[in-house]
T-cell receptor
Framework: DSGVTQTPKHLITATGQRVTLRCSPRSGDLSVYWYQQSLDQGLQFLIQYYNGEERAKGNILERFSAQQFPDLHSELNLSSLELGDSALYFC??????????????FGQGTRLTVV | AQSVTQLDSHVSVSEGTPVLLRCNYSSSYSPSLFWYVQHPNKGLQLLLKYTSAATLVKGINGFEAEFKKSETSFHLTKPSAHMSDAAEYFCVVSDRKAAGNKLTFGGGTRVLVKP
């Protein structure tokens, strides 16, 4: 158990809808990262938050947004969903600002299926 | 910019025989390198990491990897495969100069272990 909790584990929704994925980082970790794993794109970095503020941005679509709350949990909001958004979404956390040699701990992911 | 190439998408080995998973990276700066493993329906677990200390890195479950700067490689090996090693393995690079801790994942190598 990595200590990173993601909910829900599975989500099935229709095209055009909006969903929210939730992540609780390990106790003491200030950085939260979101990754998308799909069959065609592999594992891609979406976004990082550190202590409530956006730290780094990757290949995140404009239809997607994220935030980190004062209690350090994070939410990833996906809107106007398309079939191609079906993927496994991982949250990870790390200590501090996430210096590049810092280990990231991954949750078990939320599997999103858009029908 | 950083990138990772895992040279084999699938590797099949017999139980008790050595495992070699090949990884080449590209990074503008001195990188940090990781190997993660993903078991079916599980999150990602760190096997080992290289952060400019010893070039031969030992990880969990008998895995080790050697950093070779001249070859820009970070191959993962295990002397004797076990059935429980069947999983997908990801080579990951983190650019020390990049803001935050953006991890760039390779495409993954799926390992099949035959009895």
């Amino acid at each position: 158990d990595s200590g990173v909790t993601q909910t829900p584990k599975h989500l099935i929704t229709a095209t055009g809808q909006r969903v929210t994925l939730r992540c609780s980082p390990r106790s003491g970790d200030l950085s939260v990262y979101w990754y998308q794993q799909s069959l065609d794109q592999g594992l891609q970095f979406l976004i990082q938050y550190y202590n409530g503020e956006e730290r780094a941005k990757g290949n995140i679509l404009e239809r997607f947004s994220a935030q980190q709350f004062p209690d350090l949990h994070s939410e990833l909001n996906l809107s106007s969903l398309e079939l191609g958004d079906s993927a496994l979404y991982f949250c990870a956390s790390s200590v501090g600002t996430g210096a590049p040699n810092t280990e990231a701990f991954f949750g078990q992911g939320t599997r999103l299926t858009v029908v | 910019a950083q990138s990772v190439t895992q040279l084999d998408s699938h590797v099949s080995v017999s139980e008790g025989t050595p495992v070699l998973l090949r990884c080449n990276y590209s990074s503008s700066y001195s990188p940090s390198l990781f190997w993660y493993v993903q078991h079916p329906n599980k999150g990602l677990q760190l096997l080992l990491k290289y952060t400019s200390a010893a070039t031969l890195v030992k990880g969990i479950n008998g895995f080790e990897a050697e950093f070779k700067k001249s070859e820009t490689s970070f191959h993962l090996t295990k002397p004797s495969a076990h059935m429980s090693d069947a999983a997908e393995y990801f080579c990951v690079v983190s650019d020390r100069k990049a803001a935050g801790n953006k991890l760039t994942f390779g495409g993954g190598t799926r390992v099949l272990v035959k009895p």
